[in-house]
Each structure stands twice: as structure tokens, then as C-alpha cells.
């Protein structure tokens, strides 16, 4: 059974730095597709960052150049590092993962970034 726990969400200043993590069980990395999205009030749920299974990464505009989604195969989990938060990054963020053409979301974590 496919579970994903997310962790790491929390109360920044603008400028600062998180790290979210989601741990995997059940879980074929080395096929599965993975990405994180987040969903602002109001607003739709975006994707903002993925990883394919042939390793390549993309990542919306907003966040280039300063998020980072990277993996650790031994501890079936994903990282998402976010650098220079701003306010309008606050959102609950959610992982995604697709095992076996099958969606999988977590349960996601807020992000408060204030000016």
C-alpha cells in the first residue's frame, strides 16, 4: 500500500529557507514520477517541481533557480528545498506521486511566509 507523509512545513520570514520532505512506503522509485505541488487560497493546485524517472527535473517559473526537488533513494523519500521564499509562496504543499500510472497524493503541510 502507497502512503506518502509529508513533514518540514512552517513559519518563515521572507527571504528564508525550508526544506519538505516526503517519505514514501510502497513506492517504486526507480519508475515512479514524483513532483511537489502547492495550492494558495483561492487559487488552483499547481505543480511547481517534478521528477521523472529518466531523472531529468522541471520547475515552474515562479520557483526557478530557487526551489530543488531531489530524492534519496535509500530513504524512499523527496526533498523540496525553497530558498528565498517570498510571500506569495505561501500555500499548503502537497507530494505527488505516480507508482504504476497510479496517483498518489500526501496529506500536505503549510508554508506561512511573511514580508
Known amino acids: 500500500q502507497v502512503r506518502l507523509v509529508e513533514s518540514g512545513g512552517g513559519l518563515v520570514q521572507s527571504g528564508g529557507s525550508l526544506r519538505l520532505s516526503c517519505r514514501t512506503l510502497?513506492?517504486?522509485?526507480?519508475?515512479?514520477?514524483m513532483a511537489w505541488y502547492r495550492q494558495a487560497p483561492g487559487k488552483e493546485r499547481e505543480l511547481i517541481a517534478k521528477f521523472s524517472s529518466g531523472g531529468s527535473t522541471d520547475y515552474a517559473d515562479s520557483v526557478k533557480g530557487r526551489f530543488t526537488i531531489s530524492r534519496d533513494y535509500p530513504r524512499n523519500t523527496v526533498y523540496l528545498q525553497m530558498n528565498s521564499l517570498k510571500p506569495e509562496d505561501t500555500a499548503v504543499y502537497y507530494c505527488?506521486?505516480?507508482?504504476?500510472?497510479?496517483?498518489?497524493w500526501g496529506q500536505g503541510t503549510q508554508v506561512t511566509v511573511s514580508s
Open positions: 505527488h506521486v505516480e507508482n504504476y500510472q497510479m496517483p498518489y
Open positions: 510502497g513506492v517504486n522509485h526507480r519508475i515512479a514520477d
